[in-house]
T-cell receptor, first 116, second 108 residues
Framework: DAGVIQSPRHEVTEMGQEVTLRCKPISGHNSLFWYRQTMMRGLELLIYFNNNVPIDDSGMPEDRFSAKMPNASFSTLKIQPSEPRDSAVYFC??????????????FGPGTRLTVL | RKEVEQDPGPFNVPEGATVAFNCTYSNSASQSFFWYRQDCRKEPKLLMSVYSSGNEDGRFTAQLNRASQYISLLIRDSKLSDSATYLCVVNDNNDMRFGAGTRLTVKP
């Protein structure tokens, strides 16, 4: 069974450009999470969805960040406009359950974003 | 104060050594606890959940002390392949909080 799939794996862009990160959760999982990891701040939860509905977006840093989950098998995280401080590895994770946080989360390989 | 704190290490130990990591958390109402492992430039993967009674999985033992609000991970007979960063994770009101991780290097 395929794990969580993320694309692209690497993205290099210039400041001010729009960036879209994509995630396909594990089939049958009903919770999806977006995380950001940097050396300075570690792994931070940005937003999570349960049954395609955003439950907690308090970790989204600012209005430049938006996330959608149009169906159970696809989610996007968009940054518009991007800034150099957005450079990080962005992980998507999914789990099965209704609690959102207590079930085992399976992480995708991440997207390494560099904003010049 | 950080919500989840870990000693960043690095811990450099010889093969066969026993090594222990601790993690403290600030929210006494936290509900569940985990240890994740992250290899260099890879994604975090669940190592084990941590139960109140303590639990063991082969060479790995996890313990939880709710009164003192800390979690521990003990690795016995360490292998070269145990080299990784170990992340302490606390579920805080349906919000997974990750520690910054403790880096372990096992040397021959």
């Amino acid at each position: 069974d395929a794990g969580v799939i993320q694309s692209p794996r690497h993205e290099v862009t210039e400041m001010g450009q729009e960036v879209t990160l994509r995630c396909k959760p594990i089939s049958g999982h009903n919770s999806l999470f977006w995380y950001r990891q940097t050396m300075m701040r570690g792994l931070e939860l940005l937003i999570y969805f349960n049954n395609n509905v955003p439950i907690d977006d308090s970790g989204m840093p600012e209005d430049r960040f938006s996330a959608k989950m149009p169906n159970a098998s696809f989610s996007t995280l968009k940054i518009q406009p991007s800034e150099p401080r957005d450079s990080a590895v962005y992980f998507c994770a999914s789990s099965f359950g209704s609690s959102g946080g207590t079930d085992t989360q399976y992480f995708g390989p991440g997207t390494r974003l560099t904003v010049l | 104060r950080k919500e989840v704190e870990q000693d960043p290490g690095p811990f450099n130990v010889p093969e066969g050594a026993t090594v222990a990591f601790n993690c403290t958390y600030s929210n006494s109402a936290s509900q569940s606890f985990f240890w994740y492992r992250q290899d260099c430039r890879k994604e975090p993967k669940l190592l084990m959940s941590v139960y109140s009674s303590g639990n063991e999985d082969g060479r790995f033992t996890a313990q939880l002390n709710r009164a003192s609000q800390y979690i521990s991970l003990l690795i016995r007979d360490s292998k070269l392949s145990d080299s990784a960063t170990y992340l302490c994770v606390v579920n805080d009101n349906n919000d997974m909080r990750f520690g910054a991780g403790t880096r372990l290097t096992v040397k021959p």
